[in-house]
Structures are given as structure tokens and as C-alpha cells.
């Protein structure tokens, strides 16, 4: 009941939001305020609403796609969380790679997982864009996080959702996680429903109706592996089964972490969750530690993201696992493929 009335109360504020995010996208329609074009595909991976929707995951999995069909890929990052403010080139030089406060955590993991991608961090999307393109001579151009920066043109647009969220009664920020209001999804080339391989009908249909030309595709979350921190070593998840482990994490949707978790079967997991890019400094790392002999617990466990974050801080912990998880994208890559032109062989 609280939670509603503080809804309520905060109903205008998304009001105003909302109008002005829409004058925004008319002037962008009407080319009012214009988006700078470049001479190589771009492709857009954004959200509707604030985080949680499996970005990352599917943004290293299309690049690593791209990249199979011989593209250099350029991903373009504004590198949320991080404290430098120029331009940085996380890959191919990685000179910030030990410290995501150059980089943040997302872009850092990004260049790890895609070895030989092109990848820049700028809250300017369209210089990172000419930094990729004229300096590294990229032929496509992955934005993450791009749907709402429209400065920079793109050639397919790509929106994600959370498929177990329901959307018939989103709201825009800050009653609610929608950053503009649901038609926004009608500027949309494709919508990725992700995590979810059983979408209900009752959301397909909700997305029809809002954005019936907006073809839908699902891209389910897979369990990669589990490995050790301190050494890489991949263990099997039937180890986690009948243990007791603290899981942590500091990522967008938690419970969906959690869920994965409770997935494995463990004795009992305790939870703890801190803000989304979560910097961990020693004394977190300290009282983690103390928490895990308190409740006796067998492992620590967290997310790849989380891990980047950690490693600035506690390279070696003992007992502590990653869990690496991926979306399957293979219902979407035909239609991806199909509107990206294969790189000329020179």
C-alpha cells in the first residue's frame, strides 16, 4: 500500500519526464536536431527502462557474432561509473584494463570477453564513433546503450526487455524504470524479449499492440560456467548443490542473479546486494569475508561484472566463484546478419 501511494505522489514528476523526452524524439523526427550518419553500419543496443534487461551479455554475444563473420567491431560505450572524463581506449590497447574507474566495469568486461574487438568509452557517441572508425578502421559499430542518444544515426536498432517483467503497467522514472514512454519501442528495427525462453502471450500481445510493426524476438539467459577467481579453475555446478553459499552482486536486476543461484540447489544462499556498478573497496571485501566464517558458508559467488570491480581491489579471494552467464541470440541472428553487409575482403 506504501509503495503504491508513494507511486502516486511521484506520478507528475513522470509526467513531466515523459514530455520531455517525447519533445526530444520530435525534434530528433524532425530533424530539428540531427544524428551524425557514418559510412560503416551502426547497431544500437538499448533498454526502455533503467538497466537489468541482460545488455552486457547480449552485447558480447553479438559482438562475438560479428566478429565470426568477419567484422572488426568497434563497441561504444559511455563507460557508466567510471571517474575519467576523455575518451579512453579500453581495447585493443587496454591501458586502463586493471582499473575500471578509466573505463567502467561494463566496457572493461566487454574487451575481455571479445578479444580483438575495438572498444572506447566516451560520452560523446559519435566522437568514440570516429575514433573507431578513422583510427581503427572498423566496419561495424556496436552503441551500448544507445537507444536514447540519438545523436549518433544508426542502421538497426535494437531494444532489449526482461522477459519475466511484465509491461502493462510499467511507468516512466521516477514513478516507475521506463526511461520514455512504451510507443518509444516503436522506433525500435527489433525487441529482444531476453532471459526468458517462455515469454507469456499476455506480453507478446501487450508489445503487438504497442508496436505491431516491431518484429519480436527471445534470446533466453544460458549458464556458461563456474569458475574460481583466484585461479580461472572451472568447477562443476554440481558442487554448489547442498552447500552453503553468500551470494552477491552488485548488477541491475539482483533477483534474477539470485534466482540463477537457487538454481544450482545449495543448502541454503544468503543474499546481499549493493547499487548497480558497484565499486568494492577493501573494507566491503573485509566484511564479506566476515560474514562468510560467520554463517559458516562453503562459497562466495557473484557475477563477471562484479569480479572486474573486485579484481582493482581483492585479487585473490579464497572460495569466491563467478558465475558466467550468456543470451542466447540465435532465434535474432539471422535477422541481425540479414541487415548487416558482410565486410569486403580487400
Request: one cysteine or more.
Amino acid at each position: 500500500m506504501k509503495r503504491l501511494a508513494f507511486k502516486i505522489l511521484l506520478y507528475p514528476f513522470s509526467l513531466l519526464y515523459a514530455g520531455v523526452m517525447s519533445l526530444r524524439n520530435w525534434m530528433f523526427d524532425r530533424e530539428i536536431l540531427r544524428a551524425t550518419a557514418f559510412p560503416v553500419p551502426v547497431i544500437s543496443v538499448g533498454n526502455i527502462t533503467v538497466g537489468g534487461t541482460g545488455k552486457t551479455p547480449f552485447v558480447i554475444t553479438l559482438t562475438q557474432l560479428l566478429m565470426q563473420n568477419g567484422h572488426r567491431v568497434g563497441v561504444l560505450s559511455r563507460g557508466y561509473g567510471r571517474k575519467s572524463k576523455t575518451q579512453e581506449i579500453v581495447a585493443p590497447t587496454e591501458r586502463s584494463s586493471m582499473n575500471p574507474d578509466f573505463s567502467g566495469d561494463e566496457p572493461l568486461l566487454i574487451a575481455r570477453k571479445c578479444p580483438g574487438a575495438v572498444v572506447i568509452v566516451d560520452a560523446d557517441r559519435v566522437k568514440a564513433a570516429e575514433t573507431a572508425v578513422r583510427r581503427f578502421s572498423c566496419s561495424v559499430l556496436v552503441a551500448d546503450d544507445a537507444f536514447q542518444h540519438r545523436f549518433l544515426r544508426r542502421n538497426l536498432d535494437i531494444v532489449l526487455w526482461d522477459g519475466f517483467d511484465a509491461p502493462q503497467h510499467s511507468a516512466v522514472i521516477p514513478a516507475g524504470r521506463l526511461r520514455e514512454k512504451m510507443s518509444g519501442i516503436r522506433r525500435a528495427s527489433m525487441l529482444v524479449l531476453t532471459k526468458n525462453n517462455d515469454v507469456p502471450e499476455s506480453s507478446r500481445k501487450f508489445f503487438r499492440k504497442i508496436a505491431p510493426n516491431v518484429p519480436q524476438f527471445v534470446a533466453p539467459l544460458t549458464i556458461r560456467k563456474v569458475y574460481r577467481f583466484d585461479n580461472q579453475a572451472e568447477i562443476d555446478q554440481l558442487n554448489l548443490k547442498d552447500k552453503t553459499v553468500l551470494a552477491f552482486c552488485g548488477i541491475g536486476n539482483p533477483e534474477r542473479f539470485f534466482q540463477t543461484i537457487d538454481s544450482f540447489h545449495p543448502r541454503a544462499t544468503i543474499r546481499r546486494s549493493f547499487g548497480d556498478h558497484f565499486r568494492y573497496q577493501s573494507v566491503t571485501v573485509a566484511a564479506l569475508l566476515e560474514q562468510f566464517e560467520r554463517e559458516q558458508c562453503d562459497y562466495l559467488i557473484t557475477t563477471e561484472k562484479d569480479a572486474v570491480n573486485l579484481a582493482a581491489v581483492s585479487p585473490k579471494i579464497p572460495n569466491l566463484l563467478i558465475l558466467e552467464i550468456g543470451l542466447d541470440i540465435k532465434d535474432a541472428a539471422p535477422e541481425i546478419l540479414s541487415r548487416i553487409p558482410t565486410p569486403k575482403i580487400v
